[in-house]
């Protein structure tokens, strides 16, 4: 099973990249943020815990994490996922050493790290920027990819919502926070053989094919 890391700020292209990888090398997503809202929605037990944790305004623990990436990766594992994108996860070092440690048990090992850099101005001016279907949760931006006509392109609605965490101040506060935690597993995984960084700043299609280059 390949496995291919993907990290980058807010608003540093990431949700585009991965749609890239998904189509061109049939890999399959799995974002932190993604894997616990399906948790809460399916109300497992590690789901209510991240949910009491969430509403409290806390953040969940780097232990609970690496639990429910396990159980995601175990299910992937035993059923012959060719290959995975982590988006989100590690994000700091005790949660690299927890996916080096599961890699290790099974014989598994990263193909790839894939750094995407923005400015924070950058970031801020995407992330703050994005919009989501109310309907169909299909994403949007005010700026850069508007809903034709007002409309969903996808499910054909027209209201559509800011997600919290996309907030101008929200925006911020994430960045901060990723520069405290990102920058440690950054420097740990720059000794990878397979780490390669690409200016994401520069046109989608263009960063898409730098990371082509730099997987084939």
Do not use: W
């Not at 070092?93 to 440690?101: G, I, K």
């Not at 499910?155 to 520069?179: A, I, M, W």
């Amino acid at each position: 099973m390949d496995i291919y890391l993907l990290i980058g700020a807010p608003g540093a292209g990431k949700g585009v990249q991965s749609a890239h990888l998904i189509e061109k090398y049939d890999l399959t997503h799995l974002s932190t943020g993604d894997i616990f809202r399906h948790e809460i929605k399916e109300e497992t037990e590690l789901g209510l815990e991240v949910k009491r944790i969430v509403q409290s305004g806390q953040l969940v623990s780097d232990d609970l994490t690496n639990r429910i990436v396990a159980g995601v990766l175990d299910q992937h594992r035993q059923n012959g996922t060719k290959g995975l994108i982590l988006d989100g996860y590690p994000r700091t070092l005790t949660q690299v050493h927890a996916l080096e440690d599961y890699l290790a048990k099974y014989d598994l090992s990263i193909s790839k790290v894939i750094l995407l850099n923005v400015s924070d101005e950058e970031a801020v001016r995407r992330a703050s920027g994005r919009i989501i279907c109310s309907n169909c949760k299909k994403s949007y931006h005010r700026v850069f990819n508007q809903p034709n006509d007002g409309k969903c392109g996808e499910c054909g609605g027209s209201d559509f919502f800011q997600r919290p965490d996309d907030k101008e101040e929200n925006v911020r506060d994430r960045l901060t926070l990723y520069h405290q935690q990102n920058t440690p597993v950054i420097d740990f995984y720059r000794q990878h053989a397979g780490f390669f960084e690409i200016n994401g700043e520069l046109p989608a299609s263009v960063v898409s094919s730098e990371i082509d280059k730099n997987i084939l």
